[in-house]
């Protein structure tokens, strides 16, 4: 069964994105593009969240109003650089519950190490929206799927900036069932398990670490 991929090609979102893979990029502006894109990513990731109507009286009349269904929506951040897309997202979802989880690379094995992990009680009635600017090797978004299926959540996305032909078939092969929403999906990955072109290392990008 092949994972479904939804890229998001809207212009203002291939902009952003171009402008943040110039390595003249300061990490101010940088750190701006990535809440102003992660905006526009949720725009197109909560297009099929489940609406009810209510009744509602407007200044003119009664009428029945469509409002987000059932329990609020959880995003949930892999830590550290999932935090830049977590900002955007919370502008246009100010009232999602939040859920953290903290995976590091090992530089050797390229395994993904958990370090900590905490979302909200009651999964089962929620839906979840995982978010990480990259999808390369696969190795964080599949563990970090792996831990969230243990709390049974309602569904599954996942949300990155940019992914690779590698780091999708990696992912769909655990976890076809879901879907995963990005701007690109570059040419490869290199020796160093970097996106070619990509953008660099997300993280230190976005806090100015390197």
């Not at 009286?57 to 830049?84: F, Q």
């Amino acid at each position: 069964m092949a994972g479904t991929v939804h890229v998001i090609d809207h212009p203002l979102v291939q902009h952003k994105l171009s402008l943040m893979r110039s390595r003249e990029t300061s990490t101010g502006t940088f750190r701006n593009l990535l809440r102003e894109i992660s905006m526009l990513l949720g725009y197109e990731v909560c297009r099929d969240l489940p609406t009810t109507l209510v009744p509602i009286d407007t200044p003119i009349a009664p009428m029945m109003a469509p409002i987000l269904d059932g329990k609020k929506t959880v995003l949930v951040s892999i830590m550290r650089a999932g935090s830049g897309i977590l900002d955007g997202m919370l502008e246009i979802l100010p009232s999602a519950r939040v859920g953290h989880i903290g995976l590091y690379r090992d530089p050797k094995t390229l395994v993904a190490v958990e370090y900590y992990y905490r979302v909200p009680d009651n999964m089962g009635d929620r839906d979840a929206i995982v978010v990480d600017p990259m999808l390369a090797t696969g190795n964080s978004a599949v563990a970090a799927v792996d831990r969230l299926k243990e709390s049974s959540p309602r569904s599954i996305k996942f949300v990155c900036l940019l992914t690779c032909p590698e780091g999708l078939a990696a992912f769909h092969a655990q976890h076809p069932d879901v879907p995963v929403y990005t701007a690109a999906i570059d040419e490869r990955l290199n020796e160093k398990s970097y996106i070619v072109p990509g953008l660099g290392d997300a993280g230190d990008r976005l806090f100015g670490t390197k």
